[in-house]
C-alpha cells in the first residue's frame, strides 16, 4: 500500500520545524546569560517543553501530511509518549548547549543520546497508527534516518552551543541561518524514517479515525505557534530585562570603580582623568587651575583610639563639607585614608584657591557630633596650579602633596602654595621616615633635660624630658621636623615608649647617686594619648623599672584633650589615680577656654611661650591671660608654669602676678643627661634647694 504526501501541509512542517530549531537556539542564549542559579531549573523545564512542543508538533503535521487509501487515525496514549520523547529529547539539548563547555566526547554523547531519541519519538508517533498487520520497515533505511537523526542532532548542538553567547557578530543572522540548516536536517530525517515503512495492502489502522487530518493539522499547527511565540515573545522581554540589568549593573560597576565606597566621592582613577580633562582645557584656554591637596589633622588618633567606626563617620561628615560651597566645574576626590584633593578650574589668581582653601579649614574646624560625641579635626593644605606646578595630574598632585607637607611643618590648621624648594623638604621627609627606624635600633636618639624654677625663689622644681636625634648624615634633627614625621608613620608610639624607659633610667641612675627626688615631666602625642589601655601601658613600663609613679608628669596639649571630652577626662583621672601627674601644654595656642580647666581638673598648666613674649612690650594679651588663669587656677589649686621665658622684664611681670614656675633659657637651657646629675649637683652646693612640686590632692 502506497501512500501520498500533502504537499502544503509538507510545507507547514518545514515551518514548525524552523521556528522549532530558532526558538532552541534562543533558549540556549538565555539560559547562557540566566544569572540566578535558583531561577535555572524552571528556564530549562519551560524551554524544554517548548522546544519539545514545537519538535513533536513538527512530526505529527508530518504525520498528517501523509495519507494511504485507508483512513487513518493515531492512538492518544502511544501519541502522548511521543510527545514525552520530545520534551526528554529537548531537555537533554538545553542543558547541553547552555551550559559549561563542550568537548568532543561530550558532543558525540549527548548528540547520539539526542538522537535515539528523536529517532523513538518519530517510531513511537508511527507506532500510534496502530496499523495490522504492523509496519515494516526497511532495515537499511531505518538505520540511516536514526543515523542522520544522531548526525543531525550533533550539528544542532555544535550550533547552539557555538551562537549562545550574546556578543557574537551578526547574531540574529547567524542563528536564523542555523536554525534553517537544523530545520532541513529534522524534517529530512522524518520524511526518511516515513520512508523506511512499508504498509501491507490488507493493512487497516485500528485507531480511532473521526477527526479530519486538515483540520487536525490545523490545530496541531497553531498550538505549537502559540506556544513558540509565546516562548519568544518571553524569550525577548526576559532578554530585555536581563540587558537593563546589566546595564544598571554596568553603570554600578562603573561607579564602584570611579567612586570611593565610603564617601560616594570620585576617587584616584577618576580624579586623574578630571585633572587631564583640566589640563587639556587650560591649555587650549591658556587659563590656570589649582589643585588642592587636603590631609586631616587629628584623624589617626580619633580612629585609632574610637575604632574605625567613629573614623569612618567622621570621614562621611568631612566629605560632605568638603562638597558644601563648590562650583559644579570643580571637583573633590579622596584619594585614601584622610586624604582628599579638590580641583579647582578657571582661577583666575592664586587668591581664588585661597578663599577656597579658607572655606575648607573654616568648615572643617568646626565641631562634629559622631555617636553623641563632639570631635575636632582641622586640616592641612597644599595648593598647587597649572601649568606652573606641573603638566599633568602626577605632577600636580606631587607638588600640591608637597605644599601640604610644609602646611603641617608651619604648625598644622593651614594652607601652603607650592614653591620649589619644598620638594627637598618632601624628600627630607621621607628620608626621615626611612631612618626613624634605624635611630630607634642605633641609639641616635637621646634625651635632654630643661629645667623649670619657682618664680618667687628660682629654685628647681623639676625638669622636662625633651627627645633629639642626632642623625649619622645630616646631623641634629629637629624635634618640630621628626616628631610629625615619626606621627605620620605610626613610630611615635615605639618612641614615646623608648623615652619613658629612659626617663625611668635616668630616675633610678639619680636616686642611686643621692640627687634630690625631683619630678621629670614626659610630654604625650595625641597618638600616643589615645591608645587603648594607655594607663595599664604606663604603668607596666613605669613598674619594670621599679620608679614611683609620683616621679612623673604627663603633658598633653589642650587640642589633644579636646578631641575626646569623655576619654580624656576618664584617662586623667585613671592617670592621677594611679600616682602620676597631668598637665596641659602650650596651654592659649588651642581652644583657650577656662571652663574646661575645672572639667579636666590638670595638676599643672603650662602657659604658651608666645603669651609670655608679649611681656616684654607691655602687651595685654599675654598680661590678661596669664592673669586670668592664675586667678582661676589658685582656686582650683593648680600649678601654673610659664614657658619660653628669656628676659628679666618677662621674669619681673611673672613676679606680679603671682606665677608659680617658669622655664626658659633665662635660667636654664635644655642640657644632656649626662649634665643633669651635675647641674643639681652644683644647685645644693650653692644653696639653690631643689624644691619638691606642689602636688594637689585631688579627691578620688
Not at 610 to 620: E, I, M, N, Y
Amino acid at each position: 500500500m502506497t501512500g501520498v504526501y500533502n504537499p502544503l501541509l509538507v510545507c507547514l512542517s518545514l515551518v514548525v520545524a524552523f521556528l522549532a530549531s530558532y526558538t532552541a537556539m534562543e533558549l540556549s542564549g538565555g539560559l547562557n546569560a540566566l544569572a540566578s542559579a535558583k531561577r535555572r531549573p524552571l528556564w530549562l523545564a519551560g524551554g524544554a517543553v517548548s522546544m519539545g512542543v514545537g519538535i513533536w508538533s513538527m512530526h505529527f503535521i508530518g504525520m498528517l501530511a501523509f495519507s494511504l487509501p485507508i483512513a487513518i487515525g493515531y492512538d492518544f496514549t502511544t501519541t502522548a509518549a511521543s510527545l514525552v520523547l520530545a520534551v526528554g529529547v529537548s531537555f537533554i539539548a538545553l542543558a547541553t548547549a547552555s551550559r559549561g563547555a563542550l568537548s568532543r566526547l561530550r558532543l558525540v554523547m549527548a548528540g547520539t543520546i539526542m538522537g535515539l531519541g528523536v529517532a523513538a519519538m518519530h517510531f513511537t508517533g508511527m507506532q500510534a497508527m496502530q496499523m495490522s498487520p504492523g509496519i515494516d520497515y526497511t532495515v537499511w533505511k531505518l538505520v540511516l534516518s536514526v543515523a542522520v537523526a544522531i548526525v543531525a542532532s550533533m550539528a544542532a548542538l555544535w550550533l547552539a552551543f557555538t551562537l549562545r553567547a550574546s556578543d557574537v557578530e551578526n547574531l540574529v543572522i547567524k542563528r536564523l541561518g542555523a536554525a534553517f540548516i537544523m530545520a532541513i536536517a529534522i524534517t529530512g530525517m522524518h520524511y526518511l524514517g516515513m520512508n523506511a515503512a512499508n504498509f501491507a495492502a490488507d493493512s487497516l489502522c485500528l485507531a480511532d479515525a473521526k477527526l479530519d487530518a486538515n483540520w487536525l493539522a490545523l490545530a496541531v499547527t497553531a498550538m505549537s505557534f502559540t506556544v513558540l511565540v509565546g516562548t519568544l515573545a518571553l524569550l525577548g522581554f526576559h532578554t530585555s530585562s536581563l540587558s537593563l540589568s546589566l546595564e544598571r549593573a554596568n553603570r554600578q560597576l562603573h561607579y564602584l570603580g570611579t567612586h570611593d565606597a565610603l564617601t560616594n566621592l570620585p576617587n584616584r582613577q577618576q580624579l586623574s582623568l578630571r585633572i587631564a580633562e583640566a589640563v587639556a582645557e587650560s591649555t587650549r584656554k591658556a587659563s590656570m587651575f589649582a589643585v588642592l591637596f587636603i590631609d586631616l589633622d587629628g584623624f589617626k588618633s580619633i580612629n585609632d583610639s574610637l575604632g574605625h567606626g567613629v573614623g569612618d563617620d567622621l570621614l562621611q561628615v568631612c566629605a560632605e563639607r568638603l562638597r558644601q560651597d563648590l562650583r559644579h566645574t570643580d571637583m573633590v576626590a579622596r584619594l585614601g585614608g584622610d586624604e582628599f584633593v579638590i580641583v579647582v578650574e578657571n582661577t583666575l589668581d592664586a587668591s581664588s584657591a585661597a578663599a577656597v582653601a579658607n572655606g575648607v579649614l573654616r568648615r572643617l574646624s568646626q565641631e562634629i557630633v559622631v555617636n553623641g560625641l563632639p570631635l575636632r579635626v582641622s586640616a592641612s593644605i597644599g595648593i598647587a596650579f597649572h601649568p606652573r606646578d606641573g603638566a599633568n595630574a602626577d605632577e600636580l598632585l606631587h607638588s600640591a602633596d608637597a605644599a601640604m607637607y610644609a602646611a603641617k611643618q608651619s604648625g598644622r590648621n593651614t594652607f601652603r602654595e607650592f614653591e620649589p624648594r619644598m620638594n627637598h623638604t618632601a624628600l627630607k621627609s621621607l628620608i626621615l621616615q626611612r631612618d626613624l627606624h634605624r635611630a630607634l635600633i642605633e641609639d641616635e636618639l637621646s634625651l635632654s633635660f630643661q629645667p623649670k624654677f619657682s618664680v618667687a625663689t628660682q629654685s628647681v622644681t623639676g625638669v622636662e624630658a625633651l627627645i633629639r636625634w642626632h642623625h649619622p648624615e645630616l646631623g641634629e634633627i629637629a624635634p618640630l621636623e621628626f616628631i610629625p614625621v615619626a606621627e605620620r608613620s605610626g613610630l611615635i608610639v615605639e618612641i614615646g615608649d623608648w623615652v619613658l624607659r629612659e626617663v625611668c633610667r635616668n630616675i633610678t641612675l639619680w636616686d642611686t647617686q643621692g640627687l634630690p627626688a625631683i619630678c621629670v615631666s614626659v610630654n604625650l602625642s595625641p597618638i600616643q594619648f589615645n591608645v587603648p589601655d594607655l594607663v595599664a601601658h604606663i604603668d607596666a613600663l613605669v613598674g619594670a623599672a621599679d620608679v614611683d609613679p609620683s616621679r612623673l608628669m604627663f603633658e598633653i596639649t589642650e587640642t589633644t584633650a579636646m578631641q575626646n571630652v569623655e576619654k580624656t577626662s576618664c584617662t586623667i583621672e585613671a592617670l592621677q589615680a594611679r600616682g602620676y601627674a597631668v598637665a596641659v601644654d602650650d596651654f592659649g595656642t588651642g581652644y583657650s577656654s577656662l571652663g574646661y580647666l575645672q572639667r579636666f581638673r590638670f595638676d599643672q598648666i603650662k602657659i604658651d611661650g608666645s603669651f609670655v613674649r608679649d611681656l616684654d612690650s607691655a602687651g595685654q594679651r599675654g598680661s590678661a591671660l596669664l592673669s586670668a588663669v592664675v586667678t582661676l587656677a589658685r582656686a582650683l589649686q593648680i600649678e601654673v608654669v610659664a614657658e619660653g621665658v628669656e628676659t628679666e622684664a618677662q621674669f619681673r611681670t611673672l613676679g606680679e602676678l603671682a606665677c608659680d614656675q617658669m622655664q626658659g633659657f633665662l635660667l636654664s637651657r635644655p642640657m644632656p643627661a649626662a649634665e643633669v646629675a651635675g647641674f643639681l649637683s652644683g644647685a645644693l652646693m650653692r644653696g639653690v634647694v631643689v624644691v619638691e612640686r606642689l602636688r594637689t590632692a585631688h579627691a578620688a
